[in-house]
Structure formats: C-alpha cells, structure tokens
Nanobody
Framework: VQLQASGGGLVQVGDSLRLSCQAFGRTIGNFGMGWFRQAPGKEREFVAGISRSGINTYYTDSVKGRFTSSRDNAKNTVYLQMNSLKPEDTAVYYC????????????????????WGQGTLVTVSS
C-alpha cells in the first residue's frame, strides 16, 4: 500500500489544521493506522493512532484533548485534526499503516508499522 499525507502548512499559534493520509493500492480497512512526527534534531515520535475498526484511538500525552484521529474507510483515508496548535507541534508528520487481523488494537511503536507515507510539514509560528 502507498500512503500519501497532505494538509501540512504554516500556521499561527492556536490555529487548526487537518492532515489527511490517503492510501492507494490496498484498502485501509485491513490496517491499523498511526501518525508520527519528527521535529528537527529529534527522534520520530508517536502522535496518534486509530484501530482498524476505528473504535479505539490513542494519543501521546502532549496532544490529548487537542488532536483527533479519525478514518473514512470508504475514502481510504485517515485524518488527524489538530487544534490549538503550539510551536512545539512543529514537525514533519508521517502516517503509517500496520496490517493486522486485530481490529481494536492501537499500535504505538514505529517498528510495528509496515508502511509509511512521505510526510507533511507542519510549522506553527509564534
């Protein structure tokens, strides 16, 4: 499966952005999906994940209450709604897909994922 992330950009503190990750070649209904980010000089970190069924989501503490992950299997797309953006959210955001039979688990470790998108840059200016 190929993943294409989009929706990044330059925004001000407190603004919102919605990232999209569209899959090609396979249906994302077979995959648990995740969002990771990598800031300059830092390691890639888990941001949010959504189970294959969409029933369960999980977020890193720093984005809880501000970010929401969702999926539309009919559009083969997952989303990351980011509200109340902060300068520390500045990073390249990557979507990832993990093929698994389990429909309710959220995968939070990068090494668990099988496929990665190319990343989209989010810059939050103060």
């Amino acid at each position: 499966v190929q993943l294409q992330a989009s929706g990044g950009g330059l925004v001000q503190v407190g603004d919102s952005l919605r990232l999209s990750c569209q899959a090609f070649g396979r249906t994302i209904g077979n995959f648990g999906m995740g969002w990771f980010r990598q800031a300059p000089g830092k390691e890639r970190e888990f941001v949010a994940g959504i189970s294959r069924s969409g029933i369960n989501t999980y977020y890193t503490d720093s984005v809880k209450g501000r970010f929401t992950s969702s999926r539309d299997n009919a559009k083969n797309t997952v989303y990351l709604q980011m509200n109340s953006l902060k300068p520390e959210d500045t990073a390249v955001y990557y979507c990832a897909a993990k093929e698994d039979l389990n429909t309710i688990v959220v995968f939070t470790i990068a090494q668990q994922y099988d496929y990665w998108g190319q990343g989209t840059l989010v810059t939050v200016s103060s």
